[in-house]
């Protein structure tokens, strides 16, 4: 009877899109109380929530539907409750993902932080699920309304962290799943009034008490937290926002003195400092304001500080511009040559802008107002797209934390600053005769400075440079190396201008065209690896080193955008065989992590697909149902591995027209739940006028032809109007992923639907094999991201939308009617 | 062969839980004996077959000695006692840890001691490795800027008996004036760079070693030489055999 009447589409909206904002929130919490790469996992691994979820109602369908309105009110309010206490119990974990090689406990650990994770996506899809097979002839219609919801919750939580503190937005996210609770009643006509509101008022007040409760109890490992053990540390201010948790620290007694990669040679010290730590590690600092300029010498202490005494550059330009202790290197040095040159700076995060800007101008000396210096809000790359200038110094500076980035913990992080196109785009927008100089840390065994290198000369060559050689020089101290790349050739007097700087500061010359280099060095290495590495990487054996070298130093490029991945396979059991002998610093997590994940969500996904199974036969076998399980299972898995094959790849596609990975990210995810939300909705109203299998057929040769079109044409089109304001670039990337959302909306709903109609037993099974799906397609398409990159990413989703075409799932044809 | 030893090893120190419950503690003192001496053979076999970067097949048979004389499972959080000889970092509270032992052996046995050494440490931590910096040399001075940490250190050395080994909770930036120069400085403790006031008080001939990574997983030891002429020349040095390049040229 219920069966007739409008499904609870807004309860349903509502919970998906708290479910998406639950699983945003994650990664921002999770970032804060642990590190990014292990989020990743875990949160990775807690959306197979949806897998348990279809899993569980396969097997229980009957019983559950008979109690519909209780179970799909149940699922909401427990959605609700577990998103906060999960998360409040899983910080209570001792997990400490350091120890997970000596410690087999810390397994234990993690795979209860997973289960309590999963808890609110069990929940969510229940819901959901349950409202598919109740309203059987509404599927089209109710994943629409899920989708966009989801859609739409993507970018409220975006909003409301840029004014809340993420444990608050959680709370709101526990409210939303109450809220759901009473809109659904209402939808679903429940007439036990006293009941709902007993319920609503206590889990209101649990929820005010949980929120009084709910503190972030980081990882006593993470920098802040250690600082913060030191007397007289204090945090003077937090801000949050989606790009981190922003903590402001003054240490009274003992002072921050940081300047990393300090020449050995220095006697100076750094002036007070305030410390700035990003979701409680990353480091960097606001300097007091210098009463006189020389006090500022110790920055002239840096490998970083080269490039100044090789010219008076009249314009620089400053990426990352932190807290502004590289906007007071180069004042310094325009000081000291009695210079008054243009400082450009830009910084990703608008929220370190105002606070280093204006909320501690005062401590700094008003920094950035400084005549000269000029602040921009953004990306490095979008700023020069913009901004036809060019410069006499392009510098940028150690941009990530050392221990984070020497164990291998931003593998994962797409980065578009150190791709051989990014630093074609830098040399184009420097003078002939300008500087673009590169700092990062030295890790053991060398990684990044000669993988730099390598991006270097292959940038140089693709720019048709004879000889890349001439304009590079490497120079390193015992902690950071510095790559020049020069528009020209070093000329001798620049050398030995290098020389000098390096003999007075202990840095020794790695690399110098055509020089001899010294032959005692002052930081010395069991093997001159620097030396051999780059030399090796100029010659004609370039592609054998690189085979030979047991780190992945191959240049990143922006459809494989991953700079800091250098694990290779052939190296792991080496290093795993020394684990014992301190060889554990050997292995990079992000990848391994990202491999761990991959595993373990492919092993639970055929648990949770096959399980069902034993049950299944049961229920199907007497009724109409002819469908062939297996085509079921190849139809969902193969769709939910495509559509997010395919959001993932243009995600990153357009952060490279965006250039911002925060707007692109809300931008494309948004735009591409909302309008497949729509697809699924619309082919609910075609499906009067056309059959199933022909809507299928229309809405994948849709796909397939705007996909290979934007695979063609997205690049150039993208050049072409990369001058365009933001807010235009914004509206054009919703019009361009519109059509193809629109249509990757549709084989969904349309194969359920079937299912709904001839083997209703099989629709909670599809839709765990689906949320399987999705999870493994999430970690395999960074897999393949890092070895194929996007493209191929792209590729293989529409191949697999190709394929789904030969995999629907519905009784075979009968040739009468 | 790895797996056995680890297994003995385990064996060992679940028994020490069990007796020590028992309160069979004469006994108990003869297994922290055993499972520490089975410590020691694992040391000295990962050595041999790393042959370290140091391009050494052995430490220093004193400070494989002295690693057997300190009671590392007086310097662990009564949880822990049952891994304390165990070859891995262990947590000790306030955020901190106590390094491998295979680490400590390796920088301890970089610092060449001599019996009339003075050595200075930043980061005290738990005292283990001043413990064993006391039985290699003739004074020890350490300095921890955790405060409970460093009371607690001092007291745990105290009552060990570790008489020539000075204890201070402050900051280390600028080393300790009164006792320098050192034939030896040893940095456990973060810090952006080397401050200038310790390469100062280093004697010249002296070292200093700096394990660079976090606080589980070291990633490099610097090595800082300070030699007869005052010039001052950096090592870094993998704690493992690791060569970066297959050595097909």
Known sequence: MRKHQRPPYLSIALISGAALAYEVLLMRLFSIIQWHHF????????????????????????????????????SLLLFGLTSVTGFMAAQAMPFNAELILWDYQQVIYLLIIFLLLSLPFFFAASAICLAFMQYRQQVSRIYGWDLAGAGLGSLIVIGLLFVAFPQNALITVGAAGIVSLLIASVELGVKQYRSVSLILLVSALVLSLLAVNLELNMSPYKSLPQTLRVDGTEVVEQDSSPFGLISIIDSRIVPFRHAPGLSLASTAEPLPQLGIFTDGDNMTVITKAAEDTSQLVYLDQLTSALPYHLADPASVLIVGAGGGADILQALYHSNNNKTSAAIDAVELNPQLIEIVGSRYSEFNGDLFQHPGVQIYAGDVRGFLTQNQKKYDLIQISLMDAFNASASGLYALNEDYLYTIEALKHYLNHIVPGGILSLTRWIKMPPRDTLKLFATAVEALRQMGVENPSEGLILIRSWQTSTLLVKNGAFSSENIKNIREFSDERSFDVDFAAGFPLAEESYNLMAKPWFQEGTAALLSDKQDQYLDEYKFNLRPAIDDRPYFHHFTKWSSLPEMFKLRDRGGMSLIEWGYIVLVMTLIVAAVLSVILIALPLLALPRCSDKGKAAISKTRVILYFLAIGIAFLFMEIAFMQKFILFLHHPLYSFAVTLAAFLVFAGIGSYLSANMAHYYSRRNLLLGSVAGILLFGISYILLLDSLFIWISDTPILLKILLTVVLVAPLALLMGMPFPLALSSLADHAEALVPWAWGINGCASVISASLATLLAIHFGFSTVIMLALALYAGIVFMYPAPPRVVTS | MKLLTTAAGMFSTLLIVISSGAGILA?????????????????????????????????????????????????????????????????????????????VAVMTDMLNLEPDSRVLELGTGSGYQAAILGELASKVYTIEIVEPLGLQAKERLQRLGYDNVTTKVGDGYYGWEEHAPFDAIIVTAAASHIPPPLIKQLKPGGRMVIPVGSRFMMQQLLVVDKREDNKIVSKQVLPVVFVPVTGKH
Do not use: C
């Open chain 2, 27 to 103: 006994h108990a003192a003869d297994l922290t004996e055993q499972a520490r001496l089975e410590m020691i053979r694992n040391i000295e076999q990962d050595v041999r077959e790393t042959s370290l970067e140091l391009n050494k097949s052995e430490l220093d048979p004193r400070v494989m000695k002295a690693l057997s004389r300190v009671p590392r499972h007086e310097f662990v959080p009564a949880d822990e006692k049952q891994n304390a000889y165990e070859n891995r970092p262990l947590p000790i509270g306030h955020g901190q840890t106590i390094s491998q032992p295979y680490i």
């Open chain 1, 39 to 74: 989020s990743y996992m875990i949160i990775g691994l807690a959306l197979l929530g949806y897998g348990f979820s279809g899993a569980i109602i396969s097997v229980f369908q009957g019983w559950l539907l008979q109690r519909f309105t209780l179970v799909f009110l149940g």
